[in-house]
């Protein structure tokens, strides 16, 4: 998503306009959940699978940010003189407005993290995602679910609670992220 961002943030246009945003639209108009268990029950489940199409679903909103960002400075005078000694493009983009959006895309990413373990969570939970033998938490919660009834819920609530845990870290991280590169919130204190 960044690099989409960057390229159509710097180049403008219709690349931007007709390209890489409508694309970036068309796949933000559709629910995340249900276009990977279409894509994921079309060619199977698989760690790789899973990956693949959850990093396809997440990554708009990283390109959205990132153009955004670059819509914002790609008039700063860093920016203009660096166009004025001939910089190409790419080093434009890599040395001076990557640097700039860096640190909301890193919010941004820990934050994205709790909904993309949730998400991969699920998909295994139903069969859909990770599979036996490899070791996922929501395939754990799903064996612990389908033998509840005889061994008790411990093989289910091990796993939950280490979800949750884990969700909860990657909030936390996140805020506390969002809160160092706030430059609103660095004088409050």
Known sequence: GVPLGLLAGYVGGK?????????????????????????VGATGPSLTNTMIIVG???SPGYARLTRGIVLSIKEEVY???????????????????LPNVIAP???????????????EAGLSFIGAGVQPPTPA????????????????????????????????SFNFVGDGVRDAFDPRLRNVR
């Open 137 to 168: 938490w929501g395939g754990m919660v799903s064996q612990g679910y389908q033998t509840m009834l005889t061994r008790g819920a411990w093989p289910l609530v091990a796993p939950a609670i280490a979800i949750i845990l884990l969700v909860m």
């Open 56 to 58: 396809v679903v997440w």
């Open 105 to 119: 895309v890193m919010v941004l990413a820990s934050l994205s993290a709790a909904g993309i373990i949730l998400i």
């Open 15 to 39: 690349l931007d306009e007709l390209v890489i945003m409508r694309f970036v639209d068309a796949v933000m108009a559709m629910p995340g959940l249900i276009l990977i268990l279409a894509v």
């Open 79 to 97: 920016v203009d003189a660096a166009r004025a000694i001939g910089a190409p493009p790419a080093r434009i983009m890599g040395r001076h407005m």
